[in-house]
């Protein structure tokens, strides 16, 4: 066995002889090393030093160099430990709200959620161009008004079928809900996956050219849909514009003036006589783009309206500017800043996963991966059990929130609970009337009137909607559904019928019941799935180990190191005392930099100079004709900042120095020799290398209070 010293702590690399029961989990996972007595597995390890070295190759040296930082890592996540820190509330928030936000990409159907990405990628490769007809209908709707919407879609697609245009079915009486109908017929231009909600766009990409689809439902009701057109992605494209207004709404002679300007404007950029980004600054209304350039960020298909759309990407080259595009909103002016074609699958895939996510996709991989937990944990229901309980239910479990106002004599009002006809309520005082006004309760008025018993109030009457006979149910003790998760009973059902109770339309109760009890079923098995995360997923035990260790190691090292080094006042004043000789400036040269547009210009500086002109008297001369001739900086410069300064070691004005293609002129005042920076002028960087020397101590004094052992043959073995 041999041991090894460092900074006053022990570090025992053992052989192979591990001691007791914290050699090793399992010999597949084994303990790579102890911290304080506490096993680390090297699947922690590896994790993580793959993960922070993700193109290196495993060697042994690299691993014996990745090693001090890692017990660096666990010792600073020991000493937080030992503080208590894990327990705060702050800490099991925090840690909380991450933990919901890791465990989404678990708690789904992943193999489907590939499958929709893979699917959705597949039709990104082609746009499609197609016309609907809505049928509105609640996503909720009773099954009577969902009929009746049904059979008036088919009416309408019969109609487009025999022959009828389809815009003009749209636009007619009777014909599509979709209020842009009237304008457009229907047409929703070109557009691409994941523009559309999912039901829609798969009807889209099925229907052939020239057809109408069959009725599809989204949650806005019933659409039918004629696919006009296909081609294929045309990727994205960013373009800046000039842009003139100019609608429908104005006179003629306008339309003609503003027409008459962007032509103009379009002669003088593309002749070379004004350049796209001044142009844009000074005659562009979008005020949104004309301070930079006219520039917009990255679009696809779908995006913009359809002449500027396809204007844009009619440009082949970067530069290339458009002819004046005209459009609902005036005159554009395009210039193709940059193209892109369709990304590759991998370079999408973060995003694809993240608008899935938020698509109704999402609802489908969720409900497959419930079915495939109700199979996996032996869920069994018992449907005899939960009908027993129709009767128990009654219409008030639909009313629950819903109020109305009245008028009482105030010695009849009471506030709070309140029982009417069996049915409990809550009552609230919302003012009193006098002399035919109402004065709201919170009112100075109210406040300072005469109360009397007699006087009328208005009172707001809130259900609070079903609530069981607790004495019948009390026998109600018979399971409703089991699974690897526990036995649920009739009362459970009852408990949480009553506490997901809300204002809502009234449905037949035994199919209330029924969706009640479904999503009760799923809450309690996702909740199950929840909880068991870590057991069940490797990668995801790590990955919050990682979150719950990070979170501790940031905020003690900002107690002791970060923060510490800003609040420190005394400490860090003494730390740059100490240290004046690490923060010294280079040689500086204080004076004023005349930077000349060529060496004409730097001639008639001097001439100017010469005879005292300087600062705005100068300028003014020597830009009258090109504002960008001359510009002047003051101040003190290194070499480092200005090295055409480099050298001199007088002051005065110095020789001519080329600047690329510019001439500078230096009138130095003086030349000042290396000297310490004060706290004011290097407090960043004496702040972060007092930081250093504070972890650097605290490392110190962690390694003499906490004992570290590795086992070298199990971190050697990683491969």
């Not at 199979?375 to 018992?382: I, P």
């Not at 609530?467 to 009852?494: H, I, M, N, S, W």
């Not at 809300?502 to 799923?522: C, G």
């Not at 005392?577 to 500086?588: E, L, N, Q």
Request: with cysteine; proline share 3%.
């Amino acid at each position: 066995m041999e041991r090894i010293y460092r900074n006053c702590a022990a570090i025992v690399l053992m052989g192979s002889i591990v001691l007791g029961a914290q050699a090793q989990t399992t010999s597949t996972d084994p303990v790579i090393m102890n911290v304080d007595g506490k096993p680390v597995l090297r699947s922690e390890f590896e994790a993580i030093y793959k993960k922070n070295n993700k193109d290196a190759p495993v060697t042994k040296e690299a691993l014996d160099e990745y090693l001090d930082l890692f017990i660096n890592y666990k010792l600073k996540v020991r000493e937080a430990e030992a503080l208590g820190m894990d327990t705060i509330g702050k800490f099991k928030t925090e840690l909380d709200g991450y933990r919901k936000q890791l465990a989404r990409p678990y708690l789904i159907d992943r193999e489907l959620n590939d499958a929709l990405m893979k699917e959705a990628y597949a039709r990104m490769q082609e746009e499609v161009r197609a016309a609907h007809i809505l049928v509105q209908v609640d996503a909720e709707a009773s099954p009577e008004d969902s009929l009746a919407a049904w059979k008036r879609i088919n009416v309408l697609r019969d109609r487009v079928v025999k022959g009828e245009d389809f815009a003009s079915v749209a636009k007619g009486p009777g014909g599509s809900d979709d209020p842009s109908a009237a304008k457009n017929g229907g047409d929703l231009g070109w557009f691409s996956a994941l523009q559309m909600v999912y039901p829609f766009e798969t009807a889209a990409y099925k229907t052939q050219v020239g057809e109408v689809s069959k009725p599809v439902r989204t949650r806005f009701g019933y659409h039918i849909i004629k696919v006009a057109d296909r081609r294929t992605a045309r990727g994205q494209v960013k373009v800046a514009h000039i842009m003139m207004r100019s609608t429908d709404q104005d006179s003629p002679e306008k339309r003609a003036t503003v027409e008459s300007r962007i032509r103009e404007v379009h002669a003088q950029i593309v002749g070379g006589k004004l350049p796209f980004n001044d142009a844009a600054l000074k005659y562009s209304e979008d005020e949104s783009s004309n301070t930079k350039g006219g520039e917009l960020p990255m679009f696809g298909t779908g995006k913009m309206i359809e002449e500027f759309e396809d204007a844009s990407f009619a440009l082949q080259n970067v530069g290339d500017i458009s002819a004046p595009v005209h459009s609902r909103y005036g005159w554009h002016i395009i210039r193709l800043v940059e193209k892109q074609p369709l990304a590759s699958f991998e370079a999408t895939k973060s995003e694809l996963k993240n608008k899935i996510a938020r698509d109704s996709r999402a609802e489908i991989t969720q409900q497959a991966f419930i079915a495939r937990l109700r199979s996996e944990y032996g869920y069994t229901s018992y449907p005899k059990n939960v009908s027993a309980l129709q009767a128990l239910v009654d219409t008030n479990i639909f009313k629950k929130g819903s109020a109305i106002s009245d008028t009482l004599l105030r010695k009849n009002m009471v506030e709070g609970p309140v029982e009417l006809k069996g049915v409990k309520y809550r009552r609230e005082l919302l003012g009193a009337i006098k002399g035919g006004k109402l004065l709201n309760v919170k009112s100075r008025q109210y406040d300072e009137m005469t109360q009397t018993m007699d006087d009328t109030v208005v009172v707001r009457t809130v259900s609070e909607g079903w609530t069981y006979d607790r004495k019948k149910a009390e026998k109600l003790t018979k399971p409703v559904f089991t699974f690897k998760g526990g036995t649920y009973t009739q009362r459970d059902l009852l408990d949480h019928l009553e506490a997901q109770q809300r204002r809502e339309r009234v449905i037949p109760k035994a199919t209330y019941l029924n969706e009640r009890f479904e999503s009760m079923v799923d809450e309690r098995i996702m909740a199950f799935e929840d909880a068991h995360l870590e057991e069940k997923y490797a990668d995801f035990r790590l990955l919050m180990k990682e979150y719950r260790d990070g979170i501790l190691l940031f905020e003690l090292t900002d107690q002791k190191v970060w923060g510490k080094a800003v609040r420190d006042t005394a400490g860090l004043e003494a730390y740059h005392s100490a240290h004046k000789a690490d923060f010294v400036w280079d040689t500086r040269y204080e004076g004023d930099l005349y930077v000349c547009s060529n060496t004409q210009v730097a001639k008639q500086v001097r001439g100017l100079l010469a005879k005292g002109k300087r600062g705005a008297d100068l300028t003014n001369v020597v830009n009258k004709v090109d504002p960008l001739a001359l510009t002047i900086e003051s101040g003190l410069f290194t070499a480092e900042q200005k090295p055409y300064l480099k050298g001199i070691v007088k002051p005065g004005l110095q020789a001519d120095q080329k600047l690329d293609d510019r001439v500078v002129v230096a009138d130095i005042k003086g030349v000042r020799v290396p000297e310490p920076k004060t706290l004011e002028e290097a407090r960043g960087l004496i702040t972060a290398a007092y930081q250093d020397e504070l972890e650097k101590n605290w490392l110190k004094e962690l390694r003499a209070k906490y004992t570290v052992s590795v086992d070298p043959d199990v971190l050697h073995s990683i491969k």
